[in-house]
């Protein structure tokens, strides 16, 4: 009985986390690659687009992630249900702590993700976990979930964090899981969306940009986290020239024609 329930909740957590990858990742890249390339082109961090084959490459990639990340739901919430501090019952812990429970997983995943990042960029660990992640050195809303299987398997660990650390129903958690995916996909999109000076508000200054995570793509180094910058600016790991490149993707355009542009049209 119980490996049916394990092949039931496998096969519904892959079948909806395959659905939410490509209608919100195919949405996003339909959006701000075909729609709104143009008018946006200013906000692009790297000039270039990816290639088919880089696309084609982080879709396959990110097929076997999803297998991968289906398989640790299903072992956590079937085979470790006894064991973990997952629950079903609202009522158990009350609503006030249903909210609660966002962000107290927020910051959890937030220095999961940001220590495990950094141990995979380890010389010894990095080409056999995190160099597939890295093909793609101008991201994509496709590259998401693009990891080696080695890093699936450590990316799906915070749900296993979370189910011996924290109280989490698990409808809370589905819904935390929205949210990252959604979260990931803007860190990859390409362009950045927050307005300009962002960085340097009280606010700002903490939050992980798209803009962050392309200089991490494009350079591999430095700007580790993943909805914050805490940990980056707690331990150095944020890039220097971070700033210089949000105010230049975030500069508006300038109407004022140039003899260049003059000379275009003529």
Known sequence: ???????????????????????????????????????????????????????????SYSLITILIFATMAAVVFVLLDPYTLYYREVEKFGWWYFYLSFPLMFLIHDAYFYWAH??????????????????????????????HPLEAVIEAGIILVLGFVLPVHQAAFGLFMLFQFSYNV???????????????????????????????HQFFHGNYGLYTLIWDRIFGTLREDYETKFDQVTKPLDSTPTKESIKHLA
């Open 1 to 59: 009985m119980i490996w049916e329930d394990f092949f039931f909740r496998w096969t519904r957590i892959a079948g909806n986390v395959t659905f939410r990858y490509f209608l919100i990742a195919g949405t996003v890249f339909f959006l701000f690659y075909f729609i709104l390339n143009g008018i946006l082109a200013s906000r692009k961090m790297q000039s270039k687009f990816p290639k088919l084959k880089d696309y084609s490459r982080d879709i």
């Open 118 to 147: 950094r141990l995979m960029h380890h010389p010894k660990l990095f080409k056999a976990v995190h160099k597939v992640h890295h093909y793609s050195t101008n991201p994509s809303p496709w590259t998401a979930y693009a990891f």
């Open 186 to 216: 803007y860190g990859h999109l390409g362009y950045e969306l927050y307005p300009k000076n962002f960085h340097r508000t009280w606010v700002g200054k903490w939050v992980n940009t798209s803009t962050a995570h392309n200089q991490h």
